[in-house]
T-cell receptor, first 115, second 113 residues
């Protein structure tokens, strides 16, 4: 199956700083990428959907100015958590899809800890 | 909101078939049934999907009822490595406004030695 990578796998940052997470589709062109967040013992929650070259569409309740998403190429999307706080500590997972009807493939996730 | 209902947890003996049920009584005609699983602290892994016919691949079989209101994922010979949370998701096909995966709570399958 298609491969999606994320970098870094783990990151620890201080409160008030910003953190960037990269998501790459390694063997296909991802016209659409998705960002999810997962808190301990909970399910995945969709944060936003982005199409290459367009602004991301955020789910209700997700602050677009806090979670900046850039999808500048067909193989790379980035999520920047700005002014991170301890409550932003979570498991962030990206997903990529080729075309409108293609399957969604998931990255391995990034564990963010804000101290 | 998720449009599926699954049991919270299930046990299965190693080597036996694991049958995971899912109810999706409000599924519409252009929505597919997808199954993913998530092993602890990893990203979800695609398993199988179907529209109305039963499907089989190297990982599992998917049985969809004739009225499409429920389905069952079958792992024919469960191993300890199949211990994971299994998510049943309905998703629109091409071009739909809800053409994205919305996760429910899933079923924690524990395969016992």
């Amino acid at each position: 199956g298609a491969v999606v990578s994320q970098h870094p796998s783990r990151v620890i940052c201080k409160s008030g700083t910003s953190v960037k997470i990269e998501c790459r589709s390694l063997d296909f062109q991802a016209t659409t990428m998705f960002w999810y967040r997962q808190f301990p013992k909970q399910s995945l929650m969709l944060m936003a959907t982005s199409n290459e070259g367009s602004k991301a569409t955020y789910e209700q309740g997700v602050e677009k100015d806090k979670f900046l998403i850039n999808h500048a190429s067909l193989t790379l999307s980035t999520l920047t958590v700005t002014s991170a706080h301890p409550e932003d500590s979570s498991f962030y997972i990206c997903s990529a899809r080729e075309g409108g009807a293609g399957e969604q493939y998931f990255g391995p996730g990034t564990r963010l800890t804000v101290t | 909101d998720a449009k599926t209902t699954q049991p919270t947890s299930m046990d299965c003996a190693e080597g036996r078939a694991a049958n995971l049920p899912c109810n999706h009584s409000t599924i519409s005609g252009n929505e597919y049934v997808y199954w993913y699983r998530q092993i602890h602290s990893q990203g979800p892994q695609y398993i199988i999907h179907g529209l109305k016919n039963n499907e089989t691949n190297e990982m599992a079989s998917l049985i969809i009822t004739e009225d499409r209101k429920s389905s069952t994922l079958i792992l024919p010979h469960a191993t300890l490595r199949d211990t994971a949370v299994y998510y049943c998701i309905v998703r629109e096909g091409y071009g739909g406004a809800t053409n994205k995966l919305i996760f429910g709570t899933g079923t924690l399958l524990a395969v016992q030695p």
